[in-house]
């Protein structure tokens, strides 16, 4: 039998549905709309196709939503002076600097220097270190996305063995922290590890976040394994596909995400969530 496909759509629409309601309550009762602010330098196509998607998003959840184009030749230090303004600007609750940063800004010290209180990205190292030793922090959305999944697909992760393929700072060792924080035994591999098949193969569930198309085949995984498939890749013929060799998968995996409609639509609205829950932090002294 074919795996069950995952609508990341549908859950992502939920969740949105969800953040909408919650701003209007916090609106009405603070007379406050939650602010999110995207700054988006160059013309990366793949990037204005996402700041696109995330100020659609926000204003349909009812924020005050922002963005800001700047040249691609913008030195380091403009940029770091409008995060430093957008900071101390109490009408933004969420900052989002949108990667990747031309070759000239070094992106560490952008991240750095957005306000943790703010970094609905998730990305500043004090959220990052507020998740590694389980403190309250912002979750990095796409990892946020894969768990939010997980939970609306129930399934079980304590003493599953889970296996994250990929070591990024934005996907791969946060989503192995939030796995282990729900009681799973994580391995964590990457394109360099050695006989990667087995290593996969014995993943009850298997994030797939290493940027390769369709590098994981169906003999890669365990019958029945969930697979959630990160990937955004397009393969030889132009068509957009995940991590994942998706038909092959689909018979041997017991739940599936697809690309698209899995998880992108996912990371998107966690952000929403992220710059909501900022904005009632905020107005309770947070």
């Keep these: 039998m074919p795996a069950k496909l995952i609508d990341g759509k549908a859950i992502a629409a939920s969740v949105r549905a969800q953040v909408k309601e919650k701003v209007a309550a916090f609106t009405a009762r603070t007379g406050v709309r939650p602010g999110l602010t995207v700054v988006l330098v160059g013309e990366n196509p793949a990037s ?20 800001i184009d700047l040249p691609e030749s913008t030195p380091e230090s403009e940029l770091l002076d409008l995060v430093a303004r957008l900071n101390a600007d109490d009408t933004v609750h969420g900052i989002l600097v949108q990667l990747p940063l031309p070759k000239q800004i070094e992106e560490s010290k952008v991240i750095e220097a957005v306000d943790p209180a703010k970094d609905v990205d998730g990305f500043h190292p004090v959220n990052a270190g507020r998740l590694f030793t389980g403190g309250s922090s ?18 079980e992760l304590k003493g599953k063995h889970a296996v994250v393929v990929g070591r990024s700072n934005i996907v791969g060792k946060p989503a192995a922290i939030l796995l282990l924080s729900r009681h799973a035994t994580v391995t964590i591999c990457h394109s360099r590890t050695i006989d990667l098949p087995s290593v996969v193969r014995a993943g009850d569930v298997v994030v797939a976040a290493v940027g390769r198309a369709e590098m994981i085949r169906g003999s890669w995984i365990k ?15 132009g068509k957009l596909c995940g991590d994942v060799a998706f038909d092959e998968a689909r018979e041997v995996a017991g739940l599936l995400s697809p690309v698209p409609g899995g998880v992108g639509p996912m990371t998107i609205a966690m952000l929403m969530q992220n710059t909501c829950e900022a904005a009632i932090r905020r107005a309770a002294g947070g």
Excluded: W
């Excluded at 912002?138 to 399934?155: A, N, Q, S």
């Design 48 to 67: 204005q196709v996402y700041v696109r998607h995330k100020g659609k998003a926000a204003s349909e959840a009812g924020f005050l939503s922002r963005q």
């Design 138 to 155: 912002f979750l990095p959305c796409t990892p946020y996305g894969i768990l939010t999944m997980l939970d609306h697909e129930k399934v």
């Design 223 to 237: 019958p029945g394994a969930v697979v959630i498939d990160v990937g955004m890749n397009r393969n030889a013929a």
